[in-house]
């Protein structure tokens, strides 16, 4: 059992009123309940959450206080490690080469973007979203000419001129 004490409802109340997202407004709201006497299964019933998260999230109340919901702890979601000044500024090494003509290669763009953002990635997926954000695709080179003839007619070609 975690006990709140009388003075949390109203702090929590006035975090509520600050917060715009919605998910942290309802887990501000299902510990205030809780700090107004309702049981876990009534905050359950009110929030639309299971009885035992309501439970969880006046433990990490009790534990870590306000701070626990203000700040978004998540690892996930926008992983940008540059913005859009920095990343025009890191792919105009590779536009120069592709602007010659030359194939850019993802790998040499894994490595360099490795250096430019201090870490290094296990998977091509992050350059890969990086590269679309900014506009570029892969196109990758055809094994054979596109305007090259068949082999039928090489071969008529190739008996006209011998004789």
Known sequence: MYKISKNDPEIIKAEMEKTKDAKIYAKLQA??????GFT???IATITGYNSNY????????V???IDEFITDGRKG???RHMDKFDADKFLEQFYEKARKGQVVKLHEMVKAYDEAVGKEHKSLSSLYYFLNRHGW???VPKKQHPGKASDE????SKKL???
């Open 63 to 65: 534990q870590n206080g």
């Open 153 to 156: 007619v090489i071969e008529a």
């Open 137 to 139: 695709r892969k196109i």
């Open 77 to 79: 979601g926008n992983n």
């Open 40 to 42: 876990n299964a009534e």
């Open 31 to 36: 510990v205030s309940l809780r700090g107004q």
């Open 161 to 163: 001129t011998l004789s």
């Open 54 to 61: 309501v439970g969880e999230l006046c433990k990490k109340f």
